[in-house]
Every structure is written in structure tokens, then in C-alpha cells.
């Protein structure tokens, strides 16, 4: 999975479950940036998203493993 289709994925959830999204790329050295979910934020690198680290993602966010 590409950081594009996570965040596709992560806004869909969001919107489907009513809390708030937002992605900042201009918050991050290179090609990271930052997304907010709630009060709860992460960096997401660019470019392929291992399982692994989609799941770290996810527990940073609050959000259940299985949420999408």
C-alpha cells in the first residue's frame, strides 16, 4: 500500500465514522508529512506503507487495527 492509498483509505474511514481528517504535507522534512485524526496525529512517510507500519499508523491515531 502507497501513502496515497492510505490516506484515501484513512479519509474514508473518517468520513464514514464522523471524526475529523486532515493531512498537512508541508508538515515534514522530505517526502513526510502529517495527518490528524481527532487530537491525534502521525507522520506518514511517502512512497510504500508495509503492513507493519500501517498498523503502528493506526495505533498512533487511536483507531482499531481493523478499521480498514
Do not use: W
Request: glycine residues 14%.
Amino acid at each position: 500500500m502507497n501513502r496515497d492509498t492510505f490516506l484515501r483509505d484513512l479519509r474514508a474511514y473518517c468520513k464514514k465514522t464522523g471524526a475529523p481528517y486532515r493531512f498537512d504535507a508541508a508538515h515534514g522534512k522530505g517526502g513526510h508529512g502529517r495527518v490528524y485524526v481527532g487530537d491525534a496525529f502521525t507522520t506518514v512517510k511517502h512512497g510504500e506503507i508495509s503492513n507493519v507500519v500501517k498498523q503502528g499508523l493506526l495505533k498512533q491515531l487511536g483507531l482499531p487495527k481493523d478499521a480498514f
